[in-house]
């Protein structure tokens, strides 16, 4: 009597080998999962630039457009979207909070007088909801809410 037991064939992996892939690519996707935090902040933080240097763009544009007797003399504050529209003050989607604050006063290096066709202006813009929000002088040892630009506009006419 013949016995019909087929050889078994080497064809597959065996247990350590598949053992060891999976813990290759559980470590290749928890160093990736470990990235992905610091990749969402910086978006973030590109995305915020963006959007101040749109707003900042719009104000400069706007106020380099009008005439000198209508640009701002005293503390005045706008309101942006997120996509950097300006909105009302009670607006659902309000997302940042402006202030431009002029100075009267302008002089430049080595000159021996102030111009008088010339304002500069400082401008706050915080990423805030909130329509009150205080645009209050910081300490030195704490961190910003808000970011400050300062813009000199001179005209001629």
Do not use: W
């Amino acid at each position: 009597m013949k016995l019909l037991i087929k050889p078994r064939s080497q064809a597959g992996f065996s247990l350590v080998e598949v053992t060891l892939a999976v813990a290759i690519a559980a470590l290749a996707i928890i160093t990736l999962l470990g990235l992905l935090p610091q990749g969402l902040d910086m978006a973030r933080k590109t995305s915020m630039m963006i959007n101040d240097s749109n707003i900042l763009e719009q104000i400069t544009h706007d106020m380099e457009n009008a005439s000198f007797d209508l640009l701002p003399t005293a503390t005045t504050k706008k309101y942006y979207n997120d996509q950097g529209r300006e909105v009302a003050q009670d607006a659902t989607d309000l997302a940042y909070v402006v202030e431009i604050e002029p100075q009267q006063v302008v002089a430049l290096p080595k000159a021996e007088k102030t111009q008088p066709y010339m304002r500069r202006m400082v401008i706050k813009i915080a990423a805030t909801s909130s329509p009150s929000f205080v645009f209050a002088p910081l300490n030195s040892n704490t961190t910003s809410p808000y970011v400050t630009f300062n813009q000199l506009i001179a005209k001629t006419r």
